[in-house]
């Protein structure tokens, strides 16, 4: 019996000036399956998809739903023959209720609030979302926000559904629950399309897996057919080892302590409640939490960019409380910062690769003069190194891809030769090539005797490349943990909340920090008395 086709792309082309996104690409979308679309980044999945949902417009090709040709030139049109996109990045209003989000912006729907929030409750249960449509968003965890934006599009009549790496900062069990309502739409008739960079959750709730590269269709596997090791060698067009390391070093005293840490959010409540850890050189130290439960802030607060409240923040045994970025790259304290926002706060978007390169170091020198030869050579043996997708070293940062970027910007950290790296989602938005690409430079500056702070969302990545693992909840410390003695679950449930490092304790083989019954501050002392107290190191 034949498949039902939904959408069918044949011979889209898009370009941008000289770059051409997607060239000659084809594409068909059954109804009644979930389709994964992998591609490194600059392979063209999200221009793509832009065409599909309105966003952009193709130069040539045509596009079909249900079998008739399609124009789609705009968002409502997409809606129109019941296409709908889920973003990475919500765009939903803050004070709204989820209610009111669902319904903005359709034209001549009845202001009926308690229909609105019947015909809500009806898709959720339908498909096991759970939600209340008279909560405001800012009241929601990531999971609820984003539950607000799949029935947003369902509420508007959608059949095909397109979601941009849906899972980048849910839980393990929060996937799971987003998984079992996928297969519940699929199942219903549904067509849905994922583009993601974890190869485990496609293989998991995908039926196929379409590959482009470098803006070309490759070809389309059945999902039970193939392996991971397959499609990573369609996605970079060579074979290449999927391994992350766990690299043995002999670790040194505290390069960088935390005590009884304090600080508050830009709305003023407490984003980080009396929080104690110590990183030392040659250990990756992971953080692990929800969006939101205190990460960005504690980073911040790391790299001088955010106030401390109370509590201390020392680094080889003196005190960068109050000290500005600056005057602490002055004072020989090498706090390399990788910004979650790397366009915001990390790079300038309108300057090139080679003045980028310069931001750390253009004061360094004794003259009047900037040498940008030694760093547009920098830039250009980043370029090669990273593999970066760039016209030159003079190219716009702004004009490179998200991959492209957050290459630049890890790149450029790590060529400051630190001796503690703080780094906030650094393969965020990467291709699997590029993201192992980044853990083997954090496994060579740990062999180095670099200690680093990995904040990341990926539990399976953390478990393999962090040395123990600091869990957040709200802001709080839930426990500190062997990366190598924990389960993906068991964080989860810590990340969470419903249980703590004592709970936990008490469940058979599980392993913990030998230290971890301490309560932070005295684990901290324990560590400085066992290590020739780091506080009195000159």
């Known amino acids: 019996m034949s498949k039902e086709i939904a959408l069918e792309l044949k011979n889209i082309t898009k370009s941008f000036g000289r770059v051409v996104a997607n060239r000659n690409v084809n594409l068909t979308v059954y109804k009644n399956e979930i389709l994964s679309l992998l591609g490194e980044n600059g392979s063209g999945k ?128 929060e996937i799971e629950k987003l998984f079992a309502i996928l297969r519940k739409m699929r199942d219903d008739g549904k067509s849905i399309i994922i583009i993601t960079h974890k190869l485990n959750e496609v293989m998991e709730i995908s039926d196929r897996v379409s590959i482009l590269r470098k803006g070309e269709y490759i070809g389309t596997v059945n999902t039970c057919e193939t392996t991971e090791k397959q499609l990573t060698e369609m996605m970079v067009g060579k074979q290449i080892e999927l391994k992350i390391d766990r690299v043995k070093v002999e670790s040194t005293k505290p390069l960088l302590e935390i005590r009884d ?163 906030a989602y650094p393969v965020r938005g990467l291709d699997i090539n590029s993201a192992y690409a980044i853990y083997d430079i954090l496994n060579e500056q740990k062999s180095k005797g670099v200690g680093i702070l990995f904040v990341g969302e990926d539990l399976d990545v953390m478990l393999a490349l962090c040395d123990k693992i600091l869990v957040l909840c709200h802001g709080e410390v839930m426990g500190i943990v062997h990366a190598a003695k924990v389960t993906k679950d068991q964080l989860g449930l810590m990340m969470t909340g419903a249980v703590n490092l004592t709970e936990l304790q008490k469940e058979k083989n599980f392993g913990i920090a030998k230290d971890s019954n301490l309560t932070e501050t005295e684990w901290l002392n324990a560590a400085n008395e066992q290590n020739g107290g780091a506080e009195n190191e000159n």
């Open 46 to 173: 999200t221009t793509l998809m832009n065409m599909i949902s309105g966003i952009y417009f193709p130069d040539e090709g045509e596009i079909f739903v249900d079998g008739k040709p399609a124009v789609i030139s705009s968002p409502k049109d997409a809606f129109g023959y019941g296409i709908g996109m889920i973003h990475q990045h919500f765009k939903l209003v803050d004070t709204f209720t989820a209610a009111q989000n669902i319904i903005l912006g359709i034209k001549n729907e009845k202001y009926n609030i308690k229909l609105v929030n019947s015909r809500v409750r009806e898709i959720a249960e339908k498909y096991g979302f759970d939600i209340d449509p008279k909560k405001k968003i800012h009241e929601m965890s990531v999971s609820e926000k984003q539950t607000v934006e799949i029935i947003k599009v369902l509420y508007r009549g959608a059949n095909i559904l397109i979601l941009d790496e849906p899972t980048a900062v849910l839980t393990p069990q």
């Open 261 to 423: 840490l304090v600080i508050r959010s830009d709305d003023g409540s407490k984003a980080i409640k009396n929080v104690s850890f110590y990183i030392r050189g040659g250990e990756i130290l992971g953080v692990a939490g929800i969006t939101g439960c205190g990460q960005k802030e504690l980073c911040e607060a790391i790299a001088g960019l955010r106030k401390v409240e109370s509590g201390f923040i020392m680094h080889k045994g003196e005190s960068i409380v109050g000290m500005p970025p600056k005057l602490i790259i002055e004072k020989g304290i090498s706090m390399s910062f990788i910004p979650e926002d790397r366009l915001g706060m990390g790079l300038a978007p309108s300057f090139s690769i080679t003045d980028n390169m310069m931001l750390k170091t253009y004061g360094e020198g004794k003259t009047p003069f900037v040498n940008r030869q030694a760093a547009r050579e920098k830039a250009q043996a980043l370029i090669e190194k990273l593999e970066i997708a760039t016209p030159s070293t003079e190219t716009p940062v702004r004009r490179l891809s998200g991959g492209n970027v957050q290459k630049v910007l890890v790149g450029r950290e790590i060529d400051a030769n630190p001796n503690v790296i703080v780094t």
